[in-house]
């Protein structure tokens, strides 16, 4: 069993920046891939970023490369996703996931732990 707890949204202008974190509790962490998704009103969820247990494997959205990295500190069982250059569109809640698999994907419906989500906003 994983929890999971993103901290780090809020208000930004756009062009601005904004770290995500997701601790995650449990002890299967470290050989957990993690995920971080993103819903905005009246949208589906959609993915954003990807990590292998080890870190060595990361996927990304088309429309996030190059502004947003996704990390992990397997030693504080947090995941971070500092996304830099933010639009208006970014504008969306936020969700870490885990999965009890050392492989990353880009499918939600692969991932077994979600947490409850963190509002970002991104102001024009």
């Known amino acids: 069993q994983v929890q999971l707890v993103e901290s780090g949204g809020g208000l930004v202008q756009a062009g601005g920046s904004l770290r995500l974190s997701c601790a995650a509790s449990g002890r299967t962490f470290s050989s957990s891939a993690m995920g971080w998704f993103r819903q905005a009103p009246g949208k589906e969820r959609e993915f954003v970023a990807a990590?292998?247990?080890?870190?060595?494997?990361?996927y990304y959205a088309e429309f996030v490369k190059a502004r947003f990295t996704i990390s992990r500190d397997n030693a504080k069982n947090t995941v971070y996703l500092q996304m830099n250059t933010l639009k208006p569109e970014d504008t969306a809640v936020y969700y870490c996931?885990?999965?009890?698999?050392?492989?990353?994907?880009?499918?939600?419906?692969?991932?077994?732990?979600w947490g409850q989500g963190t509002q970002v906003t991104v102001s024009s």
């Open positions: 990590i292998s247990w080890g870190g060595g494997t990361t």
């Open positions: 996931a885990a999965r009890p698999y050392k492989a990353a994907t880009m499918t939600s419906n692969l991932y077994d732990y």
